[in-house]
């Protein structure tokens, strides 16, 4: 089975940086995405990791660690426009099945 | 602009009628798609996997006979919600990738709301 757990709200100020965690339980694991979700729209995608490590797109950054099954998402530099929803993802079945985790209610404050 | 493109956008049909989202990948061709559903403050859940050519795959507890599915070619699939009750209110979006590139992206249509009355 794939079961993912993420925390359900982060709040944060602006300008500030948040880390968003993700732990997985996932068989046949191919790698960890992260998407962003404005309320009633669509998921975007964000950021992908199939290894170890940092992944850099800008201000945001994805991290994995296979050995312990857990990524993280960090945002910097916070702007209000980055209050959404953000999920974690994990591919099986050769990539292109995704299970997504719960979605993180990111809040960013003035 | 979208790559992938979902048809209708918002949908209101009466409960017992059958509604029928399109799922449209744009300049590339999809050899698999997929349908997922979202009810409000809560995950993207899996329902199936469209398969051109061939039958679709089915998530455990998703009624394939309810939700039917066809993806007659690399660039079309659609989702068929059929006998609608209201508890079939949800965000329905598809998903698929460009297996022209060799880059990890997943692209999502636009979404679709469906409200049953």
């Known amino acids: 089975g794939q079961s993912l757990e993420q925390p359900s709200e982060v709040t944060a100020v602006e300008g500030a940086i948040v880390q968003i965690n993700c732990t997985y339980q996932t068989s046949g694991f191919y790698g960890l995405s992260w998407y962003q979700q404005h309320d009633g729209g669509a998921p975007t995608f964000l950021s992908y990791n199939a290894l170890d490590g940092l992944e850099e797109t800008g201000r945001f950054s994805s991290f994995l660690s296979r050995s312990d099954s857990y990524g993280y998402l960090l945002l910097q530099e916070l702007q209000m426009k980055d209050s959404a929803s953000y999920f974690c993802?994990?591919?099986?079945?050769?990539?292109?099945?995704?299970?997504f985790g719960i979605g993180t209610k990111l809040q960013v404050i003035p | 602009g979208a790559v992938v493109s979902q048809h209708p956008s918002r949908v209101i049909c009466k409960s017992g009628t059958s509604v029928k989202i399109e799922c449209r990948s744009l300049?590339?061709?999809?050899?698999?798609m997929f349908w997922y559903r979202q009810f409000p403050k809560q995950s993207l859940m899996l329902m199936a996997t469209s398969n051109e050519g061939s039958k679709a795959t089915y998530e455990q507890g998703v009624e394939k006979d309810k939700f039917l599915i066809n993806h007659a070619s690399l660039t079309l699939s659609t989702l068929t919600v059929t006998s609608a009750h209201p508890e079939d209110s949800s965000f329905y979006i598809c998903?698929?990738?460009?297996?022209?590139?060799?880059?990890?992206?997943?692209?999502f249509g636009e979404g679709s709301w469906l409200t049953v009355v």
């Open positions: 998903s698929a990738r460009d297996t022209g590139l060799s880059g990890n992206t997943i692209y």
């Open positions: 300049d590339f061709q999809a050899t698999t």
């Open positions: 993802a994990a591919h099986s079945g050769g990539y292109q099945k995704v299970t």
